[in-house]
């Protein structure tokens, strides 16, 4: 057998420059929180070189250059999502148990006053240019929209399912998935309307979202899909991820699925103008949300340590566990 020295080579250096192409991402660090075992989403605020997470009746603010936990916001009963408006120097969360909105000063942490939404409010995005703030509800079905400046629920709009995490899109408009019946909306800041809702088959209840430079969208599904797909509804890949996950971010050209039940983290990347699974990443199981600051290349996802389950329970997080793990690539 005649062998093509060339082409082999060729091959070889190609398959070498794919392998080292794929991220490898490590564990660097873990903030310890302690306290209830129970959170949500995390947000970054870059520039203010903070990380927010969501803890049950409160959330926590991390230093990012020191991993320090540096305040807390009081009293945000069942806190799911966190928003930042910088330049009204306010930020916001959507606290489920109370169905409201609390306004916090950026300086200082405390909370102002409250805005009263729809049942159980759970993603919250800010779009600056409108200055508008969504909240999303989970038990009612639909969004808050409220002026950010005034403080006042504008419009409130009806969605087509129970939405889940949301994101702003560079058209304005926000973006956001649809758990009970797999599908994702957007909604119109400009007219307050749902713009349009596309059918994500054959993605079940998909929570996580995230969007890249490029405006396409990622979204995890509960059957451990990621689906691509563009701002008008077309799916254009599902790379398979792991399980149990409940949050995606994008950085470094890469989408990262938080993988709860494997305790890992599927890296998605554009290969050759296709989106596929590139690298899986261990983390901890629990991990089940995320998110990424691209000041410092630096992923953060919350965990805890749990109690075996007993028959069909749900696992229980074991209190003063709570921590946040820190990702690098290497």
């Keep these: 057998m005649k062998f093509n020295f060339k082409l082999t080579a060729l091959l070889l250096a190609l398959s070498s420059t794919a392998f080292a192409a794929a991220p490898a991402y490590k564990i660097v660090d873990t903030i310890a929180i302690g306290g209830a075992a129970k959170w949500d989403y995390l947000y970054v605020d870059s520039e203010a070189h903070r990380l927010y997470v969501t803890h049950g009746t409160q959330t926590e603010v991390i230093d990012t250059q020191t991993n320090k936990v540096v305040g807390t916001i009081a009293n945000t009963q069942g806190v799911h999502g966190v928003a930042i408006a910088r330049e009204l120097g306010i930020g916001f969360t959507s606290d489920g148990v109370t169905d409201s909105v609390s306004v916090f000063d950026l300086a200082t942490l405390k909370v102002s006053s409250s805005i009263k939404v729809g049942t159980k409010p759970d993603a919250i995005v800010y779009a600056p240019v409108s200055q508008k703030l969504v909240a999303f509800n989970g038990k009612s079905n639909n969004a808050s929209i409220i002026d950010a400046k005034t403080l006042k629920v504008i419009a409130t709009v009806a ?88 949050g995606v971010a994008f950085m470094d050209g890469y989408a990262f699925s938080a993988n709860g039940a494997d305790g890992n983290m599927t890296v998605v990347g554009e290969v050759n103008g296709k989106f596929q699974a590139v690298a899986t990443i261990p983390t901890q199981v629990g991990a089940r949300t995320i998110a990424a600051d691209p000041a410092t290349h630096r992923l953060y996802l919350p965990t805890a340590d749990f109690k075996a389950a007993q028959g069909t329970e749900k696992r229980q997080g074991i209190p003063d566990t709570f921590r946040v793990l820190v990702l690098q690539q290497q």
């Design 159 to 246: 969605v087509a399912g129970k939405p889940e995490f949301a994101v702003v899109g560079a058209d304005g408009n926000v973006y956001f998935n649809l758990e009970d019946v797999g599908q994702i909306s957007s909604i119109n800041l400009a007219t307050n309307t749902v713009s349009q809702t596309h059918s994500l088959k054959p993605c079940e209840e998909p929570t996580g979202l995230a969007m890249d430079d490029k405006q396409h969208l990622f979204s995890v599904c509960a059957n451990n899909l990621m689906m691509v797909s563009t701002t008008s509804g077309k799916v254009i890949a599902q790379p398979a991820i792991g399980s149990g996950p409940d």
